[in-house]
């Protein structure tokens, strides 16, 4: 089965999310880009902050890059910072049920 992915989207992420590109977390709000589709077989979906898709574009990387070794965007966190913070404003300190 050869490899295919579907147009790529941009959108509000509803939930904390990972970008592939640079590792670091696309916040709850944040517009990101998202793809989908087959590659080595498996279905796959890949979430970029919508810069780090624009720098790939730009390097003529979009499709061969090391996942987490991009540069995140200014004022982005890390995905640790980001759950802590998530934690430490959920009324229930983070916990579900």
């Given at each position: 089965m050869g490899n295919f992915f579907h147009?790529?989207?941009e959108q509000a992420s509803r939930t904390l999310?990972?970008?592939?590109?640079?590792?670091?977390?696309?916040?709850?709000?944040?517009?990101?880009c998202k793809q989908s589709g087959v590659w080595e077989g498996d279905y796959c979906t890949?979430?970029?902050h919508?810069?780090?898709?624009?720098a790939l574009l730009e390097e003529g990387a979009a499709f061969?890059?090391?996942p987490g070794e991009g540069d995140p965007p200014e004022?982005?966190?890390s995905m640790a910072d980001a759950r802590a913070?998530?934690?430490?404003?959920?009324?229930?300190?983070?916990s579900h049920g």
């Amino acid at each position: 089965m050869g490899n295919f992915f579907h147009p790529m989207t941009e959108q509000a992420s509803r939930t904390l999310r990972q970008c592939i590109c640079c590792a670091y977390a696309i916040e709850k709000g944040e517009r990101y880009c998202k793809q989908s589709g087959v590659w080595e077989g498996d279905y796959c979906t890949n979430h970029y902050h919508t810069a780090c898709w624009a720098a790939l574009l730009e390097e003529g990387a979009a499709f061969e890059f090391t996942p987490g070794e991009g540069d995140p965007p200014e004022g982005s966190r890390s995905m640790a910072d980001a759950r802590a913070a998530l934690k430490s404003t959920s009324p229930d300190g983070g916990s579900h049920g």
